[in-house]
């Protein structure tokens, strides 16, 4: 199985953050999750792939090759959609495509106008005149008529209503119809990747807490919930973001480590948000 992207020991120091010792692989005809808290270091990865960022240490792949090295074949087939629209506010849709088509040797006019069509897009209205659900589009029109391999997003679902995530949805299963697309997806909305994702990363301050299949990743783990005189001196041990009351307790806990518990003992599977708060919570209880 070839990788799309193989990141190997990434680093990069900033005054008040590193990110340190990255290593994950995303196969190609994947979706990967990269999920995290704000400030694990989700975008600072996505901008090292895309050499946005000078790395301190480690290496980068795509689709084999150096991200700095290659930098200019690498982005002939890479689409990127961030969070932010940077097209000129004046700018109509039409120009859009004038403006960047120069940059893509395999720059389709006609897949151009067919996104448009399809997405509900008027070639003459202006950047600023479109909602947020369209200018994402916009984007993924962009982003999709140059025959990227590999789509790049950096939560593009922040403030969109459930329809037009449900849309974005729909898009990204269309594009990745043929088997032979990638698609690297970092959002805090974990609900949308446990709906399309097949592989996730987990970053926690600025380290791999987890890479691999996303159905590994929910297996792994359990909630556990007990009464106060459940927690035995194991389970505090090995519980992760421990929430203690009056009433009792619960936590994350890895399945491995669940080894006889008490018949009062509530066990049940994870979604990703509850892996994401527990290990954001640390080992610290709150009370």
């Known amino acids: ?59 980068v792949h795509v689709f084999g090759m150096d991200n700095i090295k290659d930098e200019q074949r690498i982005k002939q087939d890479v689409g990127v959609v961030f969070d932010e629209v940077f097209f000129v506010e004046s700018w109509r849709v039409s120009d859009v495509e004038r403006a960047l088509k120069g940059f893509y040797s395999r720059w389709s006019s006609m897949a151009y106008a067919g996104y448009l069509q ?11 005149e479109l909602s947020r659900g369209m200018k994402l589009k916009l984007m993924l029109a962009v982003a999709m008529s140059h025959e990227a391999r590999l789509l790049i997003l950096d939560e593009p679902t922040s403030g969109l209503d459930p329809v037009a995530r449900d849309e974005l949805l729909a898009i990204l299963r269309g594009y990745l119809s043929d088997g032979e697309k990638t698609v690297l997806f970092s959002t805090h909305i974990t609900s949308d990747l446990e709906r399309i994702a097949d592989f996730i990363t987990v970053i926690h301050d600025g380290t791999v807490f987890y890479t691999g299949t996303k159905d590994d990743l929910l297996e792994r783990y359990r909630i556990v919930k007990g009464g106060p005189g ?12 421990l929430e203690r009351t009056s009433a009792g307790f619960s936590g994350l806990i890895a399945a491995s480590e669940l080894r006889h518990p008490s018949a009062r003992i509530v066990t049940e599977a994870p979604r990703i948000d509850d892996i994401l708060v527990r290990i954001s919570a640390g080992d610290g209880i709150r009370e």
């Open 1 to 59: 199985m070839n990788d799309a992207v193989r990141i190997e020991r990434l680093g990069k120091a900033f005054r008040d953050f590193k990110l340190n010792d990255m290593t994950f692989s995303l196969p190609q005809g994947y979706v990967m999750g990269l999920v995290g808290k704000n400030g694990a270091g989700k975008t600072t990865t996505i901008r090292l792939i895309l050499n946005m960022l000078a790395r301190d240490a480690g290496a």
């Open 118 to 128: 399809r997405f509900g897009l008027a070639a003459d209205k202006r950047v600023r």
């Open 230 to 241: 459940d927690l035995t001196d194991l389970l505090l041990e090995n519980v992760i973001g």
